[in-house]
């Protein structure tokens, strides 16, 4: 059951910090001239103003820097995940 417990609380935290993180690290500048990115702190997605003629794309996907931030939440989540369920499992004993 304490298991159970610790992965739940590390699911629920993993969610938060993507949800925040990539609504925090959205920037869009594009109306001025800027370019549209999202990810931190490894950007994956880049969308620019204008048309590039040399590559022919506007748009870039980086797939490894989206996982990069996929493993570095997950971290972060079990991080937190552990001390709080650790603090949990010592009041509930108390």
Same mark, same amino acid.
């Given at each position: 059951?304490?298991?159970?417990?610790?992965?739940?609380?590390?699911?629920?935290?993993?969610?938060?910090?993507?949800?925040?993180?990539?609504?925090?690290?959205?920037?869009?500048?594009?109306? *001025?001239? &800027?370019?549209? +990115?999202?990810?931190? $702190?490894?950007?994956?997605?880049?969308?620019?103003?204008?048309?590039? /003629? *040399?590559? &022919?794309?506007? +748009?870039?996907?980086? $797939?490894?820097?989206?996982?990069?931030?996929?493993?570095?939440?997950? /971290?972060?989540?079990?991080?937190?995940?552990?001390?709080?369920?650790?603090?949990?499992?010592?009041?509930?004993?108390?």
């Amino acid at each position: 059951m304490k298991n159970k417990r610790f992965w739940l609380i590390t699911i629920i935290v993993f969610f938060i910090v993507l949800v925040s993180f990539t609504t925090i690290s959205y920037n869009d500048r594009r109306p *001025a001239d &800027g370019d549209l +990115t999202i990810g931190y $702190p490894f950007r994956f997605y880049t969308k620019t103003a204008g048309f590039n /003629i *040399a590559e &022919g794309v506007n +748009t870039y996907f980086e $797939p490894i820097s989206l996982i990069g931030n996929l493993v570095l939440y997950f /971290i972060i989540s079990v991080i937190v995940g552990f001390v709080v369920h650790k603090l949990v499992v010592h009041k509930l004993m108390r």
